[in-house]
């Protein structure tokens, strides 16, 4: 079983940037494929981006160019950069991890991020 906590969400003014971090507990990244998700008001939660332990990713369209997921097996740590940022982009970001083999989701607290001049 592995615990997930995200962390570097904040307020950003728009086409500004921010490092989401996602560290993992419990167990070691490899057996998982990482995602981030993102939940706004009155949305329903969607997916962001996903790395799998190979090291390929997959990205939503509307953050394709803008945002970069990359993992850190070493530190069981995942990263979400995300650049050009816009109002739209505002939600709880959520780190996601999916056992490759049960399919087991693992969910963390969420990150606030706030995109507004």
């Known amino acids: 079983q592995v615990q997930v906590v995200e962390s570097g969400g904040g307020l950003v003014q728009p086409g500004g940037s921010l490092r989401l971090s996602c560290a993992a507990s419990g167990s070691t990244l490899g057996a998982y494929t990482m995602g981030w998700y993102r939940q706004a008001p009155g949305k329903q939660r969607e997916l962001v981006a996903t790395?799998?332990?190979?090291?390929?990713?997959n990205y939503a369209d509307s953050v394709k160019g803008r945002f970069t997921i990359s993992r850190d097996n070493a530190k069981n740590t995942v990263y979400l950069q995300m650049n050009s940022l816009n109002p739209e982009d505002t939600a709880v970001y959520y780190c996601?991890?999916?056992?490759?083999?049960?399919?087991?989701?693992?969910w963390g607290q969420g990150t606030q991020v706030t995109v507004s001049s």
């Open positions: 790395i799998r332990s190979s090291g390929s990713t």
């Open positions: 996601n991890a999916r056992h490759i083999v049960y399919g087991t989701n693992y």
